[in-house]
């Protein structure tokens, strides 16, 4: 986590340079290609990485070998996936010379992508996340060394999308290392033992689709139903909360040997943990997106220029609403994996992208990135209420009413101290409303720093004793 927010800080230093060079039209042809290849980024993993998290947990698979298999996996069609991204962007973006190079350019990362991911499970399963952390600071850090060095020789709008290599670049180099000391990453070509992996990830495999057009489509549809500057500002403020979705898949990544152990174990204590866990990130979310929403005019004119506050601003205090509920929609759908219940989690999905491209068909040529934005708060708060419905049935899971009212007080006083202090340079009312919520919930509730570190810290062997 700690180095995940380092990281954040350079990501908002990259995101600021490039968007201050580049001007709102230019980033937004720069947000098409990114965007463009982000719905592809599903297909790099295929829900592998979990199905071998869950085996090697239940004590039903050996981590080397599982892992071995799903690096000859990934070697098989990392490059066929990539020559993919590539067609298909440029019969869809032919209309713009500079979309389909920055989209040929961008789509080496699917294949770096693709073999970094067969690491993970490693990382995962013992709860270890050094490699983890040092590859995201250093991928991170050298993207915003490569996005200055752009800046200065004042290179071509296509340039820059070649600094969207970097950090799966060094997540390959770092994390394959890592792996290698640990259990080799010699690649085993098994059709059979691939087949296996794939069959009984397919269901996973197609949350992660659906999660990826889900949260992609908004900025995608922009790109092909608005103008460049809806996409944008659309763009930076997605980038902008897609930095704060790290806090929750941190969390979700060290406990989901902990959820698939406890179900099998003890489902009272899975249903205990999983209350928490959201209640953890309530903790976090909730102010992200009040706080957010007043200060979202102040942090897109800190990251950019005047042109991008207008809509960026409204888009972003929507987008940060949408992540906060995303908080608590990742838990109980991780929830619902650990308790093998993924294929109704798939038909949720699916139904709910259905439901988010259509909205997004319909609000987009009258509300540009406003309406993007808007779409996705209604598809998640469906998302979150049939989880939690269905997770209730599987489990004794109860949603956490009492700790949201609770959760009011400290609230309000963030707000407040937000609003009052709107018009000071941003980072003073962050700070000042950051310490406000910290010290009146330990003050007066609902939860403890001590417990939020201890949860965050704890083993899936110490949780399940």
Not at 13 to 34: D, E, Q, V, W
Not at 89 to 99: C, K, M, P, Q
Not at 263 to 280: I, L, M, N, P, W
């Amino acid at each position: 986590m700690a180095a995940r927010i380092v990281g954040l800080v350079a990501s908002l230093a990259t995101m600021a340079i490039t968007t201050t060079h580049l001007g709102l039209i230019s980033y937004g042809h720069l947000t098409a290609a990114i965007v463009f290849i982000g719905l592809w980024t599903s297909l790099t993993e295929l829900g592998i990485g979990a199905v071998v998290v869950r085996r090697v947990t239940s004590g039903a698979g050996d981590l080397r070998q599982l892992i071995r298999v799903n690096v000859g996996l990934s070697l098989a069609y990392c490059v066929p996936l990539s020559a993919a991204a590539v067609i298909t962007g440029a019969l869809i973006y032919r209309d713009t010379a500079e979309v389909p190079m920055m989209i040929a350019i961008i789509a080496g990362g699917l294949a770096l992508t693709t073999l970094a991911s067969c690491f993970q499970p490693l990382f995962m399963t013992n709860v270890r996340f050094g490699a983890v952390a040092v590859s995201d600071v250093g991928g991170r850090a050298l993207s915003l060394v490569g996005t200055i060095v752009l800046v200065r020789i004042d290179a071509d709008l296509v340039w820059f999308a070649a600094v969207q290599l970097v950090p799966p670049l060094v997540m390959l180099i770092i994390q394959g290392f890592v792996a290698h000391r640990a259990v080799g990453i010699r690649p085993v070509f098994s059709a059979r033992q691939s087949w296996d992996l794939v069959r009984e990830s397919l269901p996973q495999t197609g949350v992660l689709i659906i999660a990826a057009l889900y949260w992609r489509a908004d900025a995608f549809l922009l790109s092909v139903l608005s103008t460049p500057q809806q996409t944008g500002a659309y763009g930076l403020a997605y980038q902008i909360t897609s930095n704060a979705t790290v806090i929750s898949a941190v969390f979700l990544a060290s406990s989901l040997s902990t959820m698939t152990n406890l179900f099998a174990t003890d489902k009272e204590r899975f249903a205990a943990f999983v209350q928490r866990s959201a209640e953890a990130l309530i903790f976090v979310g909730a102010p992200i997106a009040l706080v957010g929403g007043v200060l979202s005019p102040s942090i897109i004119g800190l990251l950019s220029t005047a042109e991008f506050v207008e809509v960026g601003g409204r888009t972003l205090s929507l987008l940060f609403i949408a992540v906060s509920v995303t908080f608590v929609t990742a838990v109980l759908s991780q929830g619902l994996f650990a308790a093998h219940d993924q294929v109704f989690l798939l038909r949720l999905n699916v139904v709910n992208l259905i439901g988010n491209i259509a909205l997004n068909v319909i609000l987009i040529p009258f509300y540009g990135a406003i309406g993007a934005a808007a779409a996705l708060i209604i598809s998640e708060v469906i998302g979150m209420v049939v989880a939690g419905w269905r997770l209730r049935s599987r489990a004794p899971f109860r949603p956490p009413w009492q700790y949201l009212f609770r959760l009011a007080v400290p609230l309000g006083v963030a707000v407040i101290v937000a609003i009052v202090l709107r018009h000071q340079f941003v980072l003073i009312p962050l700070l000042a409303s950051a310490g406000a919520y910290l010290l009146t919930s330990a003050i007066a509730g609902p939860i403890r720093l001590s417990a939020l570190i201890g949860m965050a810290s704890r083993s899936p062997e110490r949780e399940s004793e």
